[in-house]
């Protein structure tokens, strides 16, 4: 999941398909926004364990 398709969807700018939409809630609280793109920051860091 790309994170500049997640902010587009954020922001309203485009939508996502329901398959995106599982991929990009990565903290599980069947909603997607900016903590999910948090996480997916962390993780690429190296920052949190999933």
């Known amino acids: 999941m790309k ?14 398909t329901n398959i995106e939409l599982s991929a990009a809630d990565v903290t599980g609280d069947k909603e997607v926004s900016f903590f999910d793109i948090l996480e997916m920051q962390r993780y690429i860091l190296g920052i949190t364990d999933f």
């Open 3 to 16: 994170i500049d398709s997640i902010q587009k969807y954020i922001s309203g700018i485009s939508i996502l």
